[in-house]
């Protein structure tokens, strides 16, 4: 079956790349504030590393959620299989190519930079190809904050400095809270859909009620965070401009307490829309870091 380079790119889920290019480029934006010198060419390099094993990482899941027969024609999300679009066969080649690019890139890193990013690196892609078995037991959560904000961010710091700069982990508790959240608001809709694949979710166990107040904690501690940080004087006031984006986060917030009214289709597409607050939340917190730099 032939399908047109649009279709491939859909298939990795481009719409989810905030979540895996953002750390990186906070990161950057982290060292540059505190006047350390950063190889862009290296910055970028890694930020093309990253996407293309969270692409990979899609795709893997995809296939892994499909074959455990939790991905059907009657669930929320992807349909690239469950509609027949594309077969299990190419969309397993489609990962095994990704994972392979990811695994040349990443080398090649480890060589320019040395041999501390090959450990962060091999945690990153077990946890990605372990992902949908340890989601099944409900520490998708942990899985996603791991590599979708701890590691990426240590590594970046690695791999500009030479050594990992572990304050910016300041940083990769509301940068990767929100990141959470699009996980989150993705299990909080098909808690009844899991529940019948037999796995267990983290938001499965809390059910629906506790389970759409965490994913409010989680779009809206990120905002009190920076602002606790600007006040203990660990980053500059110009972050506060992450507050401009504060008006979306409660939009999704309304989104997700509109359950008791509308059921689950009242937020079925709530997860794209916290990948947006991540992609806004963190291009504002990077500029305000770029402009602690010049303007102190």
Known sequence: MKHSPKEYVLVTRPWSFPASAMPVIVSLAWLFA???????????????????????????????????????????????????????????RISIVLQLAALVSGIALVC?????????????????????????????????????AFLPMTGVTFICTGAIQWDVLWLSAPVGLITISILHANNTRDIETDRRAGISTLAMMMGQTTSAVLYCAEVLIPFFWMLLLAVLGIVSWWTSLVWLVFPLSMKNVRTMMSYRQGGVAAFARLDEASAQLQLAFSLLLSVGLLLSHYLG
């Open 112 to 148: 320019a930079t040395g041999s501390t990013l090959l450990w962060i690196g091999v945690a990153g892609i077990l946890l990605s190809l372990c992902y949908p078995p340890l989601k099944y037991m409900a520490l998708g959560d942990v899985v996603i904050y791991l590599c979708y």
């Open 34 to 92: 505190r006047h350390q010198s950063v190889n862009p060419w290296i910055g970028l390099w890694t930020l093309l590393t990253i996407i293309i094993v969270h692409a990979a990482g899609n795709v893997w899941s995809d296939y892994f959620d499909f074959k455990s027969g939790v991905d059907r024609d009657d669930t929320y999300g992807v349909k690239i299989l469950t509609s027949g679009q594309f077969q299990p066969k190419e969309i397993m």
